[in-house]
Each structure stands twice: as C-alpha cells, then as structure tokens.
C-alpha cells in the first residue's frame, strides 16, 4: 500500500524530540492540529509574576472538565500558578508535586499519540520534555450486560468499546502478573490501540510470534473493528467459518487464556478475539462448565443436532419427497401430499422462497429499531407465513421445516458459525433438490473435507474430533460431551505441552502452591 | 505448537483403510461374487481373507523408519527400471479401482436411487468429492476418515445384525445343495469347484488391496506404540462384515437368489422392517452409507494416481537434468503441477469410466487388468515400504463438470403430488393375459379442508366433481379378451401381454406417474397361479423393481373373498392399511399369506 498518509518530512517531525521552546511548540501544534476544532490548543502563564509559559493540547470531549479543581490537570495548574517561576521548572522535571498519573513524554509523535488517545499533554518553556496527564478518556459505554451471548449461570458483565477497561475486565479474573498485556497499534490513520493479552508460560511463544507477525504484515488506512483483523490475519481467509472466536464476555475471555490462548482487544471493539479457535470451542457456551456435566453434556448434543438441522433439513427434506418418498410412512406421505396439492412451485422453489423470505426477516428484524424491530415476527410468522399457506403458495410443512431449520441455526451459540453454515444450506438444498440422498452424501462429505481443511494458528479446526487425543483432550473429555469437573485436569492443545496440567487434588498434608496452584 | 507437519497418524490411516474397505466388502465383492456357488465363495473368501491378512503381516513387518522413499528403494534395490515399473502398475491398478468405483457409484445410485438421471451425470458427483478428497491430501483424507470410518461401521454393522435376525438356517444349507425348483436356478444343483474358488480367493484378496498402499502411507505416518494392532483390528472389522454379509446373504435369500441378485445387501435393506422406528424403507439409508465410503475410496485412487504420476514425472526430469535423487529421497520438485495431474487423472478416469457403458464391461476390465494383474504383480514388489516425502498439493477447483450436470440435468425430481401411490395389487391372468389392479388410497377430509375440484387431496376429486369430469374415462369397461378393466379413483385395472405390457397401460390411464414403492399387499390370484410363465414373467419384474419392498404381503389363497372393491369398501381409504391387519389379526388368512421374499426365494 502506498504511503500516501505522511511525507517522509512530517515522518521526521513526529521523531523529532520535544524542543524546549514553547513558540515552536504552538507553532507545530497549530500547524498538526489545523481546522481541529475539537482539539484544544490553550496557551498560558503560570508562576508568580505570570512569567513561565506553558501550552495544554487535548481532546475537548476526552477532556472535558480538565480545569476543574478536582481533577489531576486542574490540581497540577493551581499548583503552579502559585508557585514562584524558578520552581516550577524544579516541580515538574522532579515531579515534586507527587502527582503519580503523569508519564513523560519525548518526542513529538508520542506526544500528538498521547494526545489522540484521549489525554491531556501538558509543555512547559524551557523543558524538552512534555507531561502526559491521564485523563477519563473518550467517551464511550461503560461496562454492560453481555446481550448477544446469555448464559443461565455466570457473570452478566460484558467488554465495552474502551480496551483499557477490557483489559481491566480480565485482569480482574486473572490476578497474576503473568498474565501479559502488549500493546500495539494498526491502522495508519487510525492508531488503533489493539491489546494481546496471554498468559505467560501457557501460550506458546511461537503463537504469539505468529500473531504480532501477521498483525504488521499489512498497512491499513483504520481498523474501526477486530472483524477487519479477523479477516486480514486468518488462515484461510476464503473460507466462510470463523478461524477465531469473538466473545463479548470477560469470564469466557479469561478462561480463554487459562487454557493458554491469546485474547486480541481492540479499541472501539466491545468483544474480543480468542485465538487459536477450533469448531468444537466455538460451540461451547461459557455456562458450559459452570454447570453440571449430565446438563452441559446434553446441551452440546442438542447444539451439534442444531448444526445438522441448519446445515441439512431443508435439503434432506427436499430428497426424501422428490426422490426417495418410499422412507416415509405412508399415511404421512399421502397426508403430505394432499398438503402440497395445488402448490404451483416445484419443492426447491418453495424452499428457496422460504428461506429467503426468512433471511428478509431476520435482517428487517435486526435493522429495525425496538419496538418495531419486534413486530417483525409477528409479521413474518402470523401474515406472510399464514397467509401464504392458506393461498396456497406453500405447503405448511416447508413452514414447519423452516421453522425447525432457523432454530437449528439460533441454537448455535456463535453467530459467525451460524452464518457460515447458514450460507453453505443454499448449497445443499440445490445438491439435494438435484441429486436427492446422492446430493445429502455428497454435500456432507464437500463440508467435512473443507473442514478438514482448515486450521487456525495451526490447529487444526476439527480437534478434538479428528488429530486430538494426544494432548489429553479427547472427543469424550470435552467435546461433544464433557466430563465431569473433577476429570478435568489438562488443558487443551492450545497451552504449552509442559504446561497441560491445570488441577490436582492436594494432598492433606501438603501446602497450597502459590498463584492458585497451577503449574 | 501443533505440528504443521501434514503428517498422519496412526489412527487416521487405521481409519482411512477401514473406510476405504467398508464400502467393498458390503457391495461391491459380493456384486462381483455373484455366479457362484455358495460353498466355492465361502470356501475361497476365508482363504482369501487369510492371503490377505498375510500380505499385511508381511508389509507390516518389513515396515522400517528409514527416510527413504519407496521408489528410491526399488531403484536401489532393483533398478530403475524395476522401479518404474513398480509405479506404471501402480498407476494402472489406482486408475482401475478409481474407473470401477465411479461406474459403481453411478450404477447404484442410478438404479436405487434416483432412476431420473443417466449414469454418466450420477458419477460426476463421486469425481467431484473424489477430487476435493485428492486436493485436501492425506492429512484431509485421514482426517474426514477419521471422523466418518467407525461411525459407518458401526451403524452398518447394526444394521446387518439386525438384519441377521432373519437368516435361516436352512437357506444356509442351500449353498452347499440348492433346491431344484427355485427361481431363476437351472434345476441342477451347483457344483464346486476349484476355478471358482480360486476365483474367490482372488477377488477377496484384491478387495484389501489398499493393503499395497500401506509402503506409500507409512513414511508420512506416526508409528506409535501398537500402531500394527490398529491396522489389523481394521482388517479383522472388514474380514467380519464380509462374512457377515455373505451369511446375511446366503441365510435369506438361498443361493440361487444370490446367485441372480446384483447387489444383495441392497435388496436385502429394501424388506428389512425395523419395528417402532418411524422410517419404512432402509435401502435408501444403507446405499447412502455405503456411498459415503466409495466416495473415500475414489478419492483415494485419484490421490494415489496424482501422487505416482508426479513421483515417474519428477524421476524423469532429474534423469534429463542429471540430477541424482539423494538418499533422503529428495523429491522436491513433486509439488509442482499437482492440480494439473490430478484434474487430468480425476477426467481419465471418468471418460473411461463413461466410456465403458456397461457394469459388464467395467467388471471385465477390472478383473483382468486389476485383479489378475495388478496385485499380484505389486504384492511381489511390496516387500519393504519406503518414506516419500510430502509435497505441497497445488489448489486447483474443479467446477466446470458439476455446472455442466447441473445444467445438464435440469431438475429431474418429481414432486409428491405429480405421484400417485398404490397401496394394493392384484395380479391375475385370464385368457393368456395379465390382468394388473391398482387400490388407490383416499385421503379424508380434515379441518375443513375439502379433496376435491381443484384436484387437492392426493388427486382424489369430489363425487360431484368426477362425475362430470370422468365420463370420457375408462371406467368399467372391457377389453377384447372380455377383461374388465376399471379406472376410477379408488381402483384402476388394466391388462396387457405381459407385465411390462399391463405396467404400462397402468400408467397410460394415470395423469400422475404411478409409483409402486408404497404397495403392502398383493393379492395373488388362482388364475396366475395357473398360468406359470406369466407368474415367473411377474415375479422376476417384482424382484428387479427397487421400489417394491421385498417384505410386502402376497395374499395366495382365498383371495376370492378379496377383490379391490370389496377391499376398498372396507378399508376407509387405506387399502394396504386394512390387509395388513386382516393378515396380523386374521389367523386364517395367515395361512394363505406369505411375503414376497418368501415367494422369490423358497
């Protein structure tokens, strides 16, 4: 991509370090900041006399309030205006005022950075260095409930679009300093602050190598979301299913990265991305193992009948009554029959019609604002759906099918994996509606090879399901059914191999470990 | 890190074998099987299974880690020319085995599944998989087998012992000494002898010849601890579903029906009743699965064929340029071209396979290319295994043929309501003719809803409604033996010369296409029971009918009591329904009612 955004002269100025002179300062300042009514450029005279010059920069609305008395900067500002000029160099050089929120900074560039993220930086005449204040930030949405991912058991908090604060959402969980928190900025024009979170000596070194290798491997113009890293640093980015898992909620985040996976926070994002990610976690709910195992067991089995039904029903459907109609009991196929009577579209329209009337639905119902986003069902089910049946331009068991296959795919608990196979029906009803059981064999082996595939960060996407079972994780363990609590001991293949162990039982007469007693 | 290694291990390959033989031992060798006798099969599949379980006693033991690639070791061992050879046959044998699996595919699919389509677009859909199989390599390859290979054996082998429930004991007996009067037998007993069992052994040995793929394989596979034992728990799950098959076989449908039938476990799946499970039909399942492993197993021979003709290609280039393959097997130039080769073994294999035209030809062809020369000639070369080493496939997407049959075809489903269901046939003979009757189901009437006018209701029409449609119909009149023929929308009967003939005139007094896969009953009359050619002309149109299940009642005797009329007074609308449990609460009628099945193979 061509550097189109900064002259390689403006390159320099930004590595510049802060001069001394305030004039130069305001003049750079004036010249950066020109037609950004937003940010403020305030000129002052601080000391006894009115005689040392100093210059504030921030963002108005990141900084709102930043004179009042009580605040950091309006505290630092009273105090220097008492001062005797010839100290106030001394107060801030030795930060003799004691103010612990200050960080200094020393060139330009960190200077119109700290400045961009929301803080206020403060320049005094005759120092080369400038003072970074922190202030309360852009902004933004505080800490809410977790909306798209409900849980029946377990905490209600979800990220907000601040990553500072999500990195504190999880920091709460994970009380260790090795817990690690990098971060790094993309986007050239937007200096996204994105955050790598991971545990140290349970992610493998390797991974994150691999990850801050993919991350500088592009230049973009902005990153106004992690969707746009997902798609730029994924394996197989031609493929429809998602290679990492997004979660709005800090508690599956944190469990995340006790199994040895790195989090990716970005800033104005409200989820983060749990990388590597196999089809087998995506389909695992974060009240998964905070509930018994019987329930948690039969609720996975429901989940991965869901991805049948969503992926195949339509089209099985469609090849048992086109082709094969002698599976079926006779009195439900004559009753069949009789319902299709006079039903002027050939089976596969009928399904197609269906299934796009029922995308239109969901779209309508997810555009539309609040209340009326809610009528959409019952305009969909009661009008559309109703009517069309008694007009006869559909049978009431493609209804009855639809139904079943949408909730197949809302049963799914993560979105992107629900629309991946949502996309990939469309395929299998024309495989089906054109080759009947010979399409269903065939369109299910096509999606299991593609699956087969695919790997993320190099796992592969079908552990513990296909190569697993050698890191202590099996299909029974924790994959469509999970063990009980008590067996599980070992981490996942995603934690270091020396590393896998994650809980014993201490004997009564040995002490704990330290640090939770994990390895 | 999880190894990127595209290696597999030792499970996936336990897999991919076992996968790869499911589908031949179910189907396909007892298909080939048919034509002799039961004791010459019996007698050379064990042998057979013992030559094989040999052979990979033999390849496991001489299996070694050395990093060598196979066919560096032949041309060490033997030359280069031995080893070309070794390959070119190789070649042959995979594009064999690939030819014959895509006719299969496309046979079975075009007989029992969907008889709409020609069987030249039917095999595109096992290319296309097959291709993509190839594509992904061997780790894709081990990995859906992996996922798929106990699953398909576990739910075939439930099937098959619930099946077996039904073997008795004195059909067994017939393989050895047949009854003379069966259906479709000569009248003579069959006799054994050695070309046959020889045969047998052969053809069971070449159903394990993945085995000789195992030297190929085993360099890019983990061999852990009790790796072999894997390998022969697979061969020892094949060995039982084969036996498994022929003793399911021979103990229901003797040997002469499995002398006659093509694909006996098909037919077998069509008169299976599971009793309290919802579906009705089994066959469509059971050929479903079976096809899910032929698909594995054409996805295996386009891969082997992909990676042979690149190992002779890249030999042939370090020959030209001099360059002398090092003792690692330093094959690095294998990558390139993958896609290329592989699209042209995949459409090699399919305009053979096309171009064969009939499962004769093909099995012809198999047989004496594959199975008399090919594995013998490997199995002599398979004496230790070498490592090849892995190069990258190149992506390559194979869609211009599936458009094609997508366009070519067109839509050849056909809606429920184009159908029409009779659940009741009656089979007589009058005159030299054969007369066929159809009892058609009604549907009640429900919820307000009315069957009738507008042609609602499964076709069924209002009295009022037909009376002034259906005077041009032919209804109750007779033909110029003096038959009756009816045509309404509760019976409709029809005569002809023949079965063919009377199925035809069946149809030909239809608006809708008549289909016979939800008949129950067959009411069997004396004036057939007469007329002998006619009843073996009907019986053998019933045998090779996939849509007549083999577990329908034939009611034989006192049928005079029974005619369609007075059934469809009785029955509500459910013809089959009503002579179903007139046979099930009806002790008398028990002893006049047998099923078909037992009627084909007495």
Same mark, same amino acid.
């Given at each position: 991509?061509?550097?189109?955004?900064? $002259?390689?002269?403006?390159?320099?100025?930004? /590595? %510049?370090?802060?001069?001394?002179?305030? /004039?130069?300062? %305001? $003049?750079?300042?004036?010249?950066?900041?020109?037609?950004?009514?937003?940010?403020?450029?305030?000129?002052?005279?601080?000391?006894?006399?009115?005689?040392?010059?100093?210059?504030?920069?921030?963002? $108005?609305?990141?900084?709102?309030?930043?004179?009042?008395?009580?605040?950091?900067?309006?505290?630092?500002?009273?105090?220097? #205006?008492?001062?005797?000029?010839?100290?106030?160099?001394?107060?801030?050089?030795?930060?003799?005022?004691?103010?612990?929120?200050?960080?200094?900074? $020393? !060139?330009?560039? %960190?200077?119109?950075?700290?400045?961009?993220?929301?803080?206020?930086?403060? =320049?005094?005449?005759?120092?080369?260095?400038?003072?970074?204040?922190?202030?309360?930030?852009?902004?933004?949405?505080?800490?809410?409930?977790?909306?798209?991912?409900?849980?029946?058991?377990?905490?209600?908090?979800?990220?907000? /679009?601040?990553?500072?604060?999500?990195?504190?959402?999880?920091?709460?969980?994970?009380? !260790?300093?090795?817990?690690?928190?990098?971060?790094?900025?993309?986007?050239?024009?937007?200096?996204?602050?994105?955050?790598?979170?991971?545990?140290?000596?349970?992610?493998?070194?390797?991974?994150?190598?691999?990850?801050?290798?993919?991350?500088?491997?592009?230049?973009?113009?902005?990153?106004?979301?992690?969707?746009?890293?997902?798609?730029?640093?994924?394996?197989?980015?031609?493929?429809?299913?998602?290679?990492?898992?997004?979660?709005?909620?800090?508690?599956?985040?944190?469990? &995340?990265?006790?199994?040895?996976?790195?989090?990716?926070?970005?800033?104005?994002?409200?989820?983060?991305?749990?990388?590597?990610?196999?089809?087998?976690?995506?389909?695992?709910?974060?009240?998964?193992?905070?509930?018994?195992?019987?329930?948690?067991?039969?609720?996975?089995?429901?989940?991965?009948?869901?991805?049948?039904?969503?992926?195949?029903?339509?089209?099985?459907?469609?090849?048992?009554?086109?082709?094969?109609?002698?599976?079926?009991?006779?009195?439900?196929?004559?009753?069949?029959?009789?319902?299709?009577?006079?039903?002027?579209?050939?089976?596969?329209?009928?399904?197609?019609?269906?299934?796009?009337?029922?995308?239109?639905?969901?779209?309508?119902?997810?555009?539309?604002?609040?209340?009326?986003?809610?009528?959409?069902?019952?305009?969909?089910?009661?009008?559309?759906?109703?009517?069309?049946?008694?007009?006869?331009?559909?049978?009431?068991?493609?209804?009855?099918?639809?139904?079943?296959?949408?909730?197949?795919? =809302?049963?799914?608990?993560?979105? /992107?994996?629900?629309?991946?196979?949502?996309?990939?029906?469309?395929?299998?009803?024309?495989?089906?509606?054109?080759?009947?059981?010979?399409?269903?064999?065939?369109? #299910?082996?096509?999606?299991?090879?593609?699956?087969?595939?695919?790997?993320?960060?190099?796992?592969?996407?079908?552990?513990?399901?296909?190569?697993?079972?050698?890191?202590?994780?099996?299909?029974?363990?924790?994959?469509?059914?999970? &063990?009980?609590?008590?067996?599980?001991?070992?981490?996942?293949?995603?934690?270091?191999?020396?590393?896998?162990?994650?809980?014993? #039982?201490? %004997?009564?007469?040995?002490?704990?470990?330290?640090?939770?007693?994990?390895? | 890190?999880?190894?990127?290694?595209?290696?597999?291990?030792?499970?996936?390959?336990?897999?991919?074998?076992?996968?790869?033989?499911?589908?031949?031992?179910?189907?396909?060798?007892?298909?080939?099987?048919?034509?002799?006798?039961?004791?010459?099969?019996?007698?050379?599949?064990?042998?057979?299974?013992?030559?094989?379980?040999?052979?990979?006693?033999?390849?496991?033991?001489?299996?070694?880690?050395?990093?060598?690639?196979?066919?560096?070791?032949?041309?060490?061992?033997?030359?280069?020319?031995?080893?070309?050879?070794?390959?070119?046959?190789?070649?042959?044998?995979?594009?064999?085995?690939?030819?014959?699996?895509?006719?299969?595919?496309?046979?079975?699919?075009?007989?029992?599944?969907?008889?709409?389509?020609?069987?030249?677009?039917?095999?595109?859909?096992?290319?296309?998989?097959?291709?993509?199989?190839?594509?992904?390599?061997?780790?894709?390859?081990?990995?859906?087998?992996?996922?798929?290979?106990?699953?398909?054996?576990?739910?075939?082998?439930?099937?098959?012992?619930?099946?077996?429930?039904?073997?008795?004991?004195?059909?067994?007996?017939?393989?050895?000494?047949?009854?003379?009067?069966?259906?479709?037998?000569?009248?003579?007993?069959?006799?054994?002898?050695?070309?046959?069992?020889?045969?047998?052994?052969?053809?069971?040995? +070449?159903?394990?010849?993945?085995?000789?793929?195992?030297?190929?394989?085993?360099?890019?596979?983990?061999?852990?601890?009790?790796?072999?034992?894997?390998?022969?728990?697979? *061969?020892?799950?094949?060995?039982?579903?084969?036996?498994?098959?022929?003793?399911?076989?021979?103990?229901?449908?003797?040997?002469?029906?499995?002398?006659?039938?093509?694909?006996?476990?098909?037919?077998?799946?069509?008169?299976?009743?599971?009793?309290?499970?919802? *579906?009705?039909?089994?066959?469509?399942?059971?050929?479903?699965?079976?096809?899910? +492993?032929?698909?594995?197993?054409?996805?295996?021979?386009?891969?082997?064929?992909?990676?042979?003709?690149?190992?002779?290609?890249?030999?042939?280039?370090?020959?030209?340029?001099?360059?002398?393959?090092?003792?690692?097997?330093?094959?690095?130039?294998?990558?390139?071209?993958?896609?290329?080769?592989?699209?042209?073994?995949?459409?090699?294999?399919?305009?053979?396979?096309?171009?064969?035209?009939?499962?004769?030809?093909?099995?012809?062809?198999?047989?004496?290319?594959?199975?008399?020369?090919?594995?013998?000639?490997?199995?002599?070369?398979?004496?230790?295994?070498?490592?090849?080493?892995?190069?990258?496939?190149?992506?390559?997407?194979?869609?211009?043929?599936?458009?094609?049959?997508?366009?070519?075809?067109?839509?050849?489903?056909?809606?429920?309501?184009?159908?029409?269901?009779?659940?009741?046939?009656?089979?007589?003979?009058?005159?030299?003719?054969?007369?066929?009757?159809?009892?058609?189901?009604?549907?009640?009437?429900?919820?307000?809803?009315?069957?009738?006018?507008?042609?609602?209701?499964?076709?069924?029409? +209002?009295?009022?409604?037909?009376?002034?449609?259906?005077?041009?119909?032919?209804?109750?009149?007779?033909?110029?033996?003096?038959?009756?023929?009816?045509?309404?929308?509760?019976?409709?009967?029809?005569?002809?010369?023949?079965?063919?003939?009377?199925?035809?005139?069946?149809?030909?007094?239809?608006?809708?296409?008549?289909?016979?896969?939800?008949?129950?009953?067959?009411?069997?009359?004396?004036?057939?029971?007469?007329?002998?050619?006619?009843?073996?002309?009907?019986?053998?149109?019933?045998?090779?009918?996939?849509?007549?299940?083999?577990?329908?009642?034939?009611?034989?005797?006192?049928?005079?009591?029974?005619?369609?009329?007075?059934?469809?007074?009785?029955?509500?609308?459910?013809?089959?329904?009503?002579?179903?449990?007139?046979?099930?609460?009806?002790?008398?009628?028990?002893?006049?009612?047998?099923?078909?099945?037992?009627?084909?193979?007495?």
């Amino acid at each position: 991509m061509e550097k189109e955004m900064e $002259e390689p002269g403006q390159t320099r100025e930004m /590595e %510049e370090p802060v001069p001394g002179q305030i /004039e130069r300062v %305001e $003049e750079f300042l004036q010249r950066r900041c020109a037609d950004c009514d937003d940010i403020i450029v305030r000129d002052m005279e601080l000391g006894q006399g009115r005689r040392v010059k100093c210059l504030v920069v921030y963002v $108005e609305a990141a900084a709102a309030n930043m004179m009042l008395e009580d605040s950091v900067i309006g505290k630092l500002l009273n105090h220097l #205006w008492e001062m005797d000029g010839k100290e106030i160099h001394r107060a801030v050089t030795d930060n003799g005022l004691g103010i612990s929120d200050v960080k200094e900074l $020393e !060139t330009l560039g %960190e200077c119109m950075a700290a400045m961009l993220a929301g803080n206020v930086v403060f =320049f005094l005449d005759g120092y080369d260095r400038a003072l970074k204040i922190s202030s309360k930030g852009y902004p933004g949405m505080g800490v809410t409930k977790a909306d798209s991912e409900k849980v029946l058991r377990g905490s209600r908090e979800a990220f907000c /679009e601040a990553v500072k604060v999500n990195t504190a959402l999880v920091r709460k969980r994970i009380r !260790t300093t090795k817990l690690k928190c990098e971060e790094l900025f993309l986007g050239e024009r937007s200096n996204t602050l994105v955050s790598l979170v991971y545990m140290e000596g349970l992610a493998y070194p390797s991974l994150l190598e691999e990850i801050k290798s993919r991350l500088s491997a592009f230049e973009i113009d902005g990153i106004l979301d992690s969707g746009v890293i997902e798609q730029l640093t994924a394996d197989n980015w031609y493929s429809p299913f998602p290679q990492f898992q997004t979660t709005e909620r800090p508690d599956r985040a944190a469990a &995340a990265v006790l199994e040895g996976r790195i989090l990716l926070l970005c800033d104005n994002t409200p989820a983060a991305l749990l990388l590597p990610t196999t089809m087998n976690s995506l389909l695992q709910t974060g009240d998964d193992y905070y509930g018994h195992f019987e329930i948690a067991s039969l609720l996975r089995c429901i989940r991965y009948l869901a991805i049948a039904l969503a992926f195949s029903l339509p089209g099985l459907y469609l090849a048992v009554t086109n082709f094969h109609p002698q599976i079926l009991p006779t009195n439900l196929l004559l009753s069949m029959a009789d319902a299709r009577g006079g039903v002027p579209f050939p089976g596969i329209v009928e399904v197609l019609l269906m299934e796009i009337s029922f995308e239109l639905m969901r779209e309508a119902g997810l555009r539309m604002p609040g209340p009326i986003g809610n009528m959409i069902g019952i305009v969909g089910g009661l009008i559309i759906g109703q009517a069309a049946v008694t007009a006869n331009l559909i049978s009431p068991m493609i209804v009855i099918i639809d139904a079943l296959t949408a909730l197949g795919s =809302f049963s799914i608990p993560n979105e /992107e994996l629900s629309e991946a196979f949502r996309l990939l029906k469309y395929g299998m009803i024309f495989l089906c509606g054109f080759f009947g059981i010979y399409g269903f064999v065939a369109g #299910w082996l096509l999606l299991l090879i593609h699956l087969s595939g695919l790997r993320s960060f190099g796992i592969p996407y079908l552990m513990p399901f296909a190569a697993g079972g050698r890191d202590g994780i099996s299909r029974w363990t924790d994959g469509i059914f999970r &063990a009980p609590m008590r067996r599980m001991n070992r981490r996942p293949v995603y934690a270091v191999r020396e590393n896998r162990r994650r809980m014993r #039982w201490v %004997e009564a007469d040995t002490q704990d470990k330290p640090d939770g007693g994990a390895e | 890190m999880f190894s990127n290694n595209r290696r597999i291990s030792d499970r996936q390959l336990q897999a991919l074998l076992l996968a790869d033989w499911i589908g031949k031992m179910v189907l396909l060798l007892p298909g080939l099987a048919g034509g002799y006798s039961g004791l010459d099969l019996f007698t050379g599949t064990v042998l057979g299974l013992l030559l094989a379980a040999g052979g990979l006693l033999l390849i496991l033991r001489g299996a070694w880690s050395a990093p060598v690639d196979y066919y560096t070791y032949v041309k060490k061992q033997e030359g280069r020319a031995a080893a070309g050879i070794l390959y070119l046959v190789y070649s042959v044998y995979f594009l064999a085995q690939t030819v014959l699996l895509l006719f299969l595919c496309g046979e079975i699919a075009s007989v029992y599944l969907l008889p709409e389509y020609t069987r030249p677009v039917l095999m595109v859909l096992p290319l296309v998989v097959g291709y993509f199989l190839a594509r992904g390599g061997l780790e894709i390859r081990g990995r859906v087998s992996e996922m798929l290979a106990w699953v398909l054996a576990a739910v075939l082998l439930a099937m098959l012992l619930l099946a077996a429930v039904q073997i008795e004991p004195a059909r067994l007996w017939e393989a050895v000494q047949p009854a003379e009067n069966s259906l479709g037998g000569t009248g003579q007993p069959l006799r054994m002898d050695l070309s046959g069992i020889f045969w047998c052994v052969a053809l069971t040995a +070449s159903g394990f010849g993945s085995i000789l793929t195992i030297p190929l394989v085993l360099p890019e596979t983990e061999q852990r601890k009790g790796w072999k034992k894997k390998l022969y728990l697979a *061969f020892c799950m094949a060995g039982i579903f084969l036996l498994l098959v022929y003793l399911c076989g021979y103990g229901i449908f003797g040997a002469a029906g499995m002398k006659r039938l093509s694909w006996p476990m098909i037919t077998l799946m069509t008169s299976i009743d599971f009793h309290g499970i919802f *579906f009705q039909r089994w066959d469509v399942f059971l050929t479903a699965l079976l096809l899910v +492993s032929l698909f594995l197993s054409t996805g295996n021979g386009i891969y082997y064929m992909e990676r042979i003709v690149l190992t002779l290609r890249e030999q042939q280039r370090n020959r030209k340029r001099g360059r002398q393959t090092t003792e690692a097997g330093d094959l690095t130039g294998v990558n390139s071209g993958g896609g290329s080769v592989r699209i042209g073994c995949a459409v090699l294999a399919y305009l053979l396979a096309w171009g064969a035209g009939s499962w004769e030809r093909v099995r012809f062809f198999y047989e004496r290319v594959a199975i008399w020369f090919c594995v013998p000639v490997l199995a002599l070369f398979v004496l230790l295994v070498k490592r090849k080493r892995r190069t990258k496939a190149v992506a390559g997407v194979l869609a211009l043929l599936t458009v094609a049959a997508f366009l070519l075809t067109g839509c050849g489903a056909r809606e429920l309501e184009s159908r029409r269901f009779p659940l009741v046939l009656e089979l007589d003979a009058k005159k030299g003719e054969l007369i066929l009757g159809c009892a058609w189901p009604t549907v009640k009437e429900n919820g307000g809803k009315q069957s009738q006018e507008d042609g609602m209701g499964g076709g069924e029409k +209002s009295p009022e409604a037909q009376a002034g449609s259906e005077q041009d119909a032919a209804s109750e009149n007779t033909d110029k033996q003096g038959v009756e023929l009816v045509n309404d929308e509760r019976i409709t009967r029809a005569a002809g010369a023949g079965m063919a003939e009377a199925v035809k005139n069946v149809q030909s007094l239809q608006d809708r296409y008549v289909d016979y896969s939800q008949v129950k009953a067959i009411l069997w009359r004396s004036g057939l029971k007469e007329n002998p050619q006619l009843e073996r002309e009907v019986l053998l149109w019933l045998e090779e009918n996939p849509a007549i299940s083999g577990n329908i009642l034939v009611f034989r005797g006192k049928t005079q009591d029974l005619s369609l009329e007075i059934i469809q007074e009785h029955a509500q609308g459910q013809p089959g329904d009503y002579l179903e449990n007139l046979y099930r609460n009806n002790e008398e009628f028990q002893n006049y009612t047998c099923t078909l099945n037992d009627l084909l193979y007495p």
